[in-house]
């Protein structure tokens, strides 16, 4: 049970993103007159997760969106074209730092400092030490879990070069860590290259002078002063990493195995009285059985993507004395039961890193 715990304690952090993919996704899929609910749903997230612009939403549940919207769309490129024609302007004040830049290599450096105010689970790195390389790397998520999102990535990336520098520029490589056959033609097409699958990295390599194009439209006036707004921003999202709700999802994970994750012993282990937790959490405009819902449901998920657990464990874990009440519960909140939820994540996971039988792309 000891190594249970630290692995309860040692779990890193949930990554949150702005949601812009996932909602993007979503108008694709009601255009095709889909009902989203059940998809949502399999993904982690709620209607209402989709419909508030506002509301963040686990980076993860993202990356789960797209893949179960491609397979309900038939779309095996549904990343790639996903990303072929949305507005930029919708990434927000993350693009508008990029597009009033200097240069191209400055703007793509600032995106990678701000990059976790749109998404806390991806990492974007620009180098200038093979000609002008634009990567992106997973905090916090499993890569080999994913396909579309990482190639929508990759597309928005090159797409945004272009878009900055007003020139079809073509990538010298590019290389993205998950298996495909080949290169889809229309994807070719639009790229202007191959691509090498089941590499290294992620990443764009353009010539090395790219980097040094100028920006179209770069304003220095107007980028300082986003800087400002991005680095405000930015510390808001550090900020909320130590909210009255972190630490009080910190302290529910630990208190969950023992059946004591209530609003007294949270609040005592806190320093706080539970009036002065509830008028904490109200400032944050949260309730404690709220939070105590929602991070129960989020750990579960966690818990059962950690293949070496047992299913016992994991009701343990979370406060079920037997596994029927954890499955009782678990079926409540997402439809399946967390044998079969385990199931289709190893599924997906092994369908995205096994070779597939030419043809069946």
Not at 108 to 133: D, H, K, M, P, W
Not at 304 to 326: C, H, N, R, T
Not at 339 to 357: C, E, H, I, L
């Amino acid at each position: 049970m000891k190594n249970t715990i630290r692995l309860a304690n040692a779990l890193p952090s949930i990554p949150t993103s702005a949601g812009g993919i996932a909602r993007l996704a979503c108008t694709r899929l009601r255009d095709a007159r889909v009902d989203l609910a059940p998809i949502v749903s399999a993904a982690g997230m709620t209607i209402d997760d989709i419909e508030d612009r506002k509301r963040r939403i686990d980076a993860r549940a993202q990356i789960k969106l797209l893949e179960h919207a491609a397979r309900e769309l038939q779309d095996d490129c549904f990343g790639f074209r996903l990303a072929q024609d949305f507005e930029l302007g919708e990434i927000g004040l993350l693009y508008y730092v990029m597009a009033s830049s200097e240069q191209l290599g400055d703007a793509l450096q600032t995106g990678g400092r701000y990059c976790a105010i749109n998404n806390e689970g991806v990492r974007l790195r620009a180098s200038l030490e093979r000609g002008f390389a634009v990567g992106f790397e997973y905090v916090n998520i499993d890569r080999s879990s994913d396909r579309h999102h990482a190639e929508f990535w990759l597309i928005a990336l090159v797409r945004i070069c272009r878009a900055l520098t007003d020139g079809r520029l073509v990538p010298k490589q590019v290389k993205l860590k998950h298996y495909r056959r080949e290169t889809p033609s229309d994807v070719r097409t639009h790229l202007g290259c191959d691509i090498e699958f089941a590499a290294d990295v992620d990443e764009v390599l353009f010539p090395a002078q790219i980097g040094a194009l100028a920006v179209v439209g770069a304003d220095l006036h107007l980028n300082r002063m986003l800087l400002e707004y991005a680095d405000e921003a930015l510390s808001d999202r550090a900020s909320r990493r130590t909210s009255v709700r972190s630490r009080v999802e910190d302290q529910i994970a630990q208190l969950l195995p023992h059946g004591k994750a209530n609003a007294e012993a949270v609040a005592r282990r806190l320093g706080m009285s539970r009036r002065t937790l509830a008028r904490a959490l109200s400032s944050e405009g949260l309730g404690f059985l709220n939070v105590l819902a929602a991070f129960r449901i989020a750990l579960a998920r966690r818990y059962l993507e950690e293949a070496e657990l047992p299913i016992s464990e994991v009701a343990w874990l979370l406060g079920y004395s037997e596994v029927s009440s954890f499955s009782h519960a678990f079926v409540r909140w997402t439809g399946i039961t967390p044998r079969a939820y385990r199931s289709s994540n190893d599924a997906r996971r092994s369908d995205d890193t096994k070779p597939q039988v030419p043809g069946t792309e």
